[in-house]
């Protein structure tokens, strides 16, 4: 697995779309930054030049943040995957191919989610007007958020590597992501027990987060986690059981 | 261990179509096998099962005497080039090897080099692999085979695209590999003359079903010979030589053209025996057969 893995990383840093993708994403946070800051020099009465408005537009980006997961994941199961067949004529098992993909390109991901973070507080902090809290609400959101990004890097992975074309990858993140909640709500409402599972649905969560947010109520929320986890186990459980019995062809 | 490659009843079905019928086949360390069959006779989908790409419906794949998960190991001494080699199109040759090369665990980097050199590619290490031609992505699957110094190669139309200089080069690598480097080869090429030049076994299949197994030696006695007619009236022709031999076995090719496989030796009587019943013989010879002319006859052409 090591070798694989060593063998992956060669190609991750070889490239170019990995490094061009991480670039437009900390460049468009410092572009919105900048323009807010801008925006408030301009007009004394212009209320969005603060770091509140800022980070809501992170925690209210759940959806976006996941298709930036998308071209990360893609990095290694795009076109790479008519290499497995070599890979696996070689004896690497599909276990590893599997697993060390993953690895890697949620590594890079969760080190391009770090370093935004760390310049979204950066930029919010001194560029724009903050509140007392705003660090630590920003913060708290984004852990709730955590869970479910991740859940839907693993629904990505999943997905790319049982072969799903990329139109099916987002129209089931879409139902997952954004529509799930009120077709629970609309689909379950009348079945006692079972109506208040929406609350547990992917949107619903981000929504309440970003609702919390801009509330400043938000706190820690374990429903985030159990969501998140009930997804990610079964989402790589199939998955990896799967792409183990799949032909590569 | 002196059987690389053994299979027991070796199974594929694909939507309830047996790709492989159960199979049996094994390969001896030293021979360079060629499997010779039709577009979908299922030797792509034999190779696929060997390299691990493809799950077998049944049966058992035993590489160097293991099975199981234990053949992981097994394929570390083995090449496998199944189809068209795949490769980062934008990676040069070099980089595309040293990607394989810490994959697989060789450790010396030197060996990458050594590899082009032996496939003739030394020259275009910098080419970026999309800028190939097709001959040359044949030739870095060869290299990518070789760089794990395997003691057995699997090739599946490993000539594809090659140019006459090129093949010319390929069959010599591969009979030096086997000759200096003792590596087993089990190949598989449309171009069968070139088998023929290589080949010291040839395997027949035919609709996931081996039909004939000959070694080099029996391919030269059971092809020894045959014999060709050219008459004004094939149907008439073979009407009469059902009803003078019972057991014939002959084919009508285009052109009122007829080659009889056995009965060979008996070319006078056939002959008389057709101009005394009217029918008009135009050519008459008597010739050996090439590997392609078994196979037709094997697996194709109008056989009684």
């Known amino acids: ?249 | 261990m002196d059987t690389i490659i053994q299979t027991y009843q070796l199974k594929k079905t694909f939507k309830e179509e047996d790709i492989i019928k159960p199979l049996d086949f094994s390969l001896r360390k030293g021979e360079i096998c060629a499997l010779i069959g039709k577009n979908g006779a299922g030797k792509s989908t034999f190779f696929k099962m060997l390299a691990g790409q493809l799950m077998p419906t049944g049966g058992d794949i035993h590489l160097f005497g293991k099975s199981g998960k234990e053949m992981i190991h097994s394929k570390k001494r083995m090449g496998f080039m199944i189809e068209t080699p795949e490769f980062f199109p934008d990676f040069t040759a070099t980089q595309n090897l040293e990607y394989f090369r810490i994959q697989r665990g060789v450790i010396e980097k030197k060996r990458i080099y050594e590899v082009l050199q032996i496939v003739g590619l030394a020259n275009q290490k910098k080419k970026r692999f999309k800028d190939y031609s097709m001959g040359m992505k044949q030739r870095l699957g060869i290299a990518l085979c070789l760089l794990g110094s395997p003691d057995c190669l699997v090739l599946d139309e490993p000539i594809n695209g090659l140019d006459a200089e090129g093949i010319i080069e390929i069959r010599n690598l591969l009979l030096r590999l086997n000759q200096e480097k003792q590596i087993t080869i089990l190949v598989s090429s449309h171009i069968l003359t070139e088998l023929q030049l290589l080949a010291t076994r040839f395997v027949f299949i035919k609709n996931g079903v081996i039909v004939d197994d000959l070694s080099k030696e029996n391919l030269n006695d059971k092809s020894k010979k045959q014999v060709q007619l050219k008459v004004d009236d094939a149907a008439k022709a073979s009407r009469l030589l059902e009803q003078a031999y019972a057991d014939i076995q002959y084919k009508v090719l285009p052109n009122h053209i007829i080659t009889i496989q056995n009965h060979v030796e008996k070319g006078g009587e056939i002959n008389r025996l057709l101009v005394d019943n009217g029918v008009l013989v135009m050519e008459f010879r008597m010739e050996a057969l090439n590997l392609e002319e078994y196979f037709l006859g094997l697996v194709e052409g109008n056989e009684k």
């Open chain 1, 1 to 249: 697995m090591i070798n694989y893995l060593k063998s992956e990383n060669y190609r991750l840093l070889h490239k170019k779309g990995l490094h061009i993708t991480s670039v437009i994403c900390l460049v468009l946070i410092a572009a919105a930054a900048a323009v807010l800051y801008y925006s408030g020099q301009q007009d004394q009465n212009f209320p969005y030049a603060t770091s509140l408005f800022f980070y809501s537009n992170v925690i209210g980006s759940g959806i976006l943040i996941i298709i930036v997961a998308f071209l990360f994941n893609l990095a290694l199961t795009g076109k790479d995957t008519s290499l497995i067949k070599q890979s696996v004529s070689f004896g690497v098992s599909r276990n590893t191919i599997f697993w060390s993909k993953l690895i890697l390109t949620l590594s890079y991901f969760l080190a391009i989610c770090a370093v935004g973070l760390l310049l979204m507080i950066g930029l919010g902090e001194n560029l724009l007007a903050s509140e007392e809290q705003s660090v630590r609400y920003f913060l708290s959101a984004s852990i709730n958020m955590f869970p479910i990004v991740i859940s839907g890097f693993f629904i990505i992975h999943v997905l790319k590597m049982l072969r799903f074309g990329e139109v099916y990858i987002i129209i089931t993140l879409l139902f997952i992501f954004i529509f799930s909640g009120d077709l629970l709500r609309m689909l379950l409402r009348p079945i006692s027990g079972l109506n208040e599972l929406y609350k547990y649905a992917p949107s619903t969560l981000l929504n309440e987060n970003l609702m919390s947010f801009l509330n400043k109520a938000v706190q820690f929320d374990y429903h985030y986690w159990v969501t998140g986890i009930v997804i990610s186990v079964f989402s790589l459980l199939i998955g990896a059981r799967k792409f183990a019995k799949q032909n590569i062809n």
